[in-house]
């Protein structure tokens, strides 16, 4: 027998044990503990995200005047930007949809869309920084700099976070691993990535909007 089929011979037993009731079971079991470690970490970040943003509210109604006078916020580009990682939260939850379908190629084609999108949002928040410097608006320009620059900075952190995992996605895909044993994982990055959206539009309709 050729290592070829040998290799065949073991995958199709693997996936014989697989299927078998007590493997399923763990499985689910596994994926319900993951879930749930998952909802109680996005918790722990939406009450970080939260009290940094009661403090940035807090500022604001202290001030005479916001933005401070001579200086003004982008609007457009955070704007572009919203449109991307919604986008891409989009083609995320689809690429979940495809891969539970069995379907393998359109599922790893919309990870790497994800992951695009992801780092194109990454990208323009660079240059949302750097046009916010040139336009007078530093880390040590007030109130206004200092939080703007720390609340856009750690969620950039949390974007390249979710990229790595995605990243390491693509890769297995690339050495032509089967992505189905990876959905939990990939539905865990769905999660953190959704919420990492949710709290991108809220902190651009709470700073660069209102």
């Given amino acids: 027998m050729s290592e070829q089929e040998t290799h065949k011979k073991k995958r199709k037993m693997a996936s014989v044990v697989e299927l078998r009731p007590e493997t399923i079971a763990r499985h689910r079991e596994r994926e319900l503990t ?3 470690g998952m909802l109680v970490a996005l918790g722990s970040w939406a009450m970080m995200f939260a009290s940094l943003f009661f403090v940035y509210l807090g500022l604001r109604s202290q001030a005479i005047a916001w933005p401070p006078p001579g200086l003004t916020l982008p609007r457009l580009l955070p704007a572009l930007n ?5 986008a891409s939260s989009l083609t995320l ?3 979940l949809g495809e891969l539970r379908r069995g379907r393998r190629k359109p599922a790893v084609w919309l990870i790497a869309a994800t992951f695009v999108l992801g780092s194109l949002f990454v990208a323009l928040q660079i240059v949302l920084w750097r046009g916010m410097w040139l336009g007078g608006i530093t880390p040590s320009t007030g109130t206004l700099g200092t939080v703007v620059y720390a609340l856009t900075a750690l969620h950039a952190v949390h974007v390249v976070a979710g990229l790595a995992v995605l990243a390491f996605l693509l890769l297995l895909s690339v050495r032509g691993e089967e992505l189905g044993r990876r959905a939990t994982t990939l539905k865990l990055c769905g999660m953190f990535w959704h919420f990492v959206d949710a709290v991108w539009v809220v902190m651009f ?5 209102l």
């Fill in 93 to 95: 939850a689809r690429s």
């Fill in 82 to 86: 919203t449109v991307v990682i919604v």
């Fill in 34 to 36: 993951s879930t749930i």
């Fill in 205 to 209: 309709v709470g700073m660069f909007i």
